[in-house]
């Protein structure tokens, strides 16, 4: 069992060494162009399903509360935790159409649209991104495995070298926290 706990943080460590190995510097541009969005008084959005959701409501938390220093509160909203807003549109529209309904409604041109799925293949993300790319917001796609068809949709697609979902999801919350570290140096 102890192999067990070893080995899962070396794997969890290596495949963040390679993703920033591949990723630094569009990280670092990412998180320039939130910034900027943020000082011209847009916002961040994000979504994602399971536990791409609680990384999503995480990472719009860091914002708008704090994430290493004090600062003003920062617009970001999480699309996933409306359960009445979830559960109507689930129920009219169809689950696929649940991101895309909010985006239609809150999404402006400048803002940044953040859509999280491991597979890239969620098509309630997939549908977001779209909505919100024809809206003029920014997109972000966070991904993994051979990064799905999100990798065609957003501007800018950060994909995670595993198919082992909780790598992948750990990678994507430390993706996050490196984002809202870099927001809070240039703001």
Do not use: W
């Not at 549908?127 to 919100?132: Q, V």
């Amino acid at each position: 069992m102890l192999d067990l706990v070893i080995n899962s943080f070396r794997e969890s460590a290596e495949v963040k060494l390679a993703f920033v190995e591949i990723y630094g510097e569009r990280i670092l541009e990412v998180g320039q162009i939130m910034a900027e969005a943020l000082k011209s008084g847009n916002k961040i959005i994000l979504f994602g399903n399971g536990g791409s959701a609680a990384d999503a409501q995480h990472i719009v938390a860091e914002i708008v509360g704090r994430f290493r220093k004090e600062r003003r509160p920062l617009p970001a909203i999480a699309l996933t935790t409306d359960t009445s807003i979830l559960t109507a549109l689930g129920n009219d529209y169809g689950f696929e159409h649940i991101f895309e309904r909010q985006i239609e409604a809150l999404c402006m041109p400048g803002d940044i649209a953040i859509g999280i799925s491991t597979s890239g293949e969620s098509p309630n993300v997939i549908m977001g991104l779209i909505k919100a790319h024809h809206l003029g917001a920014t997109t972000v796609a966070f991904t993994g495995r051979k990064g799905g068809k999100v990798v065609d949709i957003a501007h800018y697609s950060f994909v995670v070298p595993s198919y082992d979902t909780p790598r992948i999801q750990e990678c994507h919350i430390t993706l996050g926290h490196v984002l809202c570290e870099i927001i809070d140096r240039l703001l």
